[in-house]
């Protein structure tokens, strides 16, 4: 069965800094990756995908990712936060191929960005 | 393109009463997909149609809730008695398919059983 861990509940970063929310994922196969974005009260944003090809991809608002197979690991990154940023932030694996389109999320991460 | 919309955003009931939440997918988007969001975690898929048939509903208390997508188009969700356990946010999301992973989701409806 597929599973999505996300080892840090919070995070805190100052604005201006670099960031980096951990994702481990364990699917046998080749995974499709997404991290998603929620703001309060509000529902999921897709921030970005990985289909197999090029482990590094890029979403939106300079946020990007990498995947890595030899870690099973799809880390999000981005050089430089915002206060906007201050969201909980989901990664999740769906499976390939056949007809199972179901994603599985992870527990989330909540950013708080400080001035 | 309009987004996933959901209805009603709030419901505040007592335990045994009944609620349905509605859902109307993104146009062209033949599955759709019912989460529950219990507070501080991750969603949890509980059923989903391609088209007008149930794919997967094995994560569905099936003693009390039912989904039914009669035309391939809007879902209806329904907890027919709540308990207190079922407070949480339900989410409604949909997807091209076939080939397309990703998943478009609607603004939820936020349940709280007293």
């Known amino acids: 069965a597929q599973s999505v861990t996300q080892p840090d509940a919070r995070v805190t970063v100052s604005e201006g800094a670099s960031l980096q929310l951990r994702c481990k994922y364990s699917?046998?196969?080749?995974?499709?990756l997404f991290w998603y974005v929620q703001y309060p009260r509000q529902g999921l944003q897709l921030l970005l995908k990985?289909?197999?090809?090029?482990?590094v991809v890029q979403g939106v608002n300079g946020f990007e990712a990498e995947f890595s197979k030899s870690n099973s690991s799809f880390h999000l990154r981005k050089a430089s936060v915002h206060w906007s940023d201050w969201a909980v932030y989901f990664c999740?694996?769906?499976?390939?191929?056949?007809?199972?389109?179901?994603?599985?999320f992870g527990k989330g991460t909540l950013l708080t960005v400080t001035p | 393109e309009a987004g996933v919309t959901q209805s009603p955003r709030y419901a505040v009931l007592q335990e045994g009463q009944a609620v349905s939440f509605w859902c109307d997918p993104i146009?062209?988007?033949?599955?759709l997909y019912w989460y529950q969001q219990p507070r501080d975690q991750g969603p949890q898929l509980l059923v989903y149609?391609?088209?007008?048939?149930?794919?997967?509903n094995s994560q569905l208390p099936s003693d009390r809730f039912s989904a039914v997508r009669p035309k391939g188009t809007n879902s209806t969700l329904k907890i027919q008695s709540a308990k207190q356990g079922d407070t949480a946010t339900y989410l409604c999301?949909?997807?091209?398919?076939?080939?397309?992973?990703?998943?478009?989701f609607g603004p939820g409806t936020r349940l709280t059983v007293l």
């Open positions: 999301a949909s997807s091209p398919g076939w080939g397309a992973y990703e998943q478009y």
């Open positions: 699917y046998f196969g080749t995974p499709y």
């Open positions: 990985y289909y197999p090809g090029d482990p």
């Open positions: 999740a694996v769906s499976s390939s191929g056949g007809s199972n389109y179901k994603l599985t």
């Open positions: 146009s062209g988007h033949d599955t």
């Open positions: 149609f391609r088209d007008e048939a149930v794919i997967d």
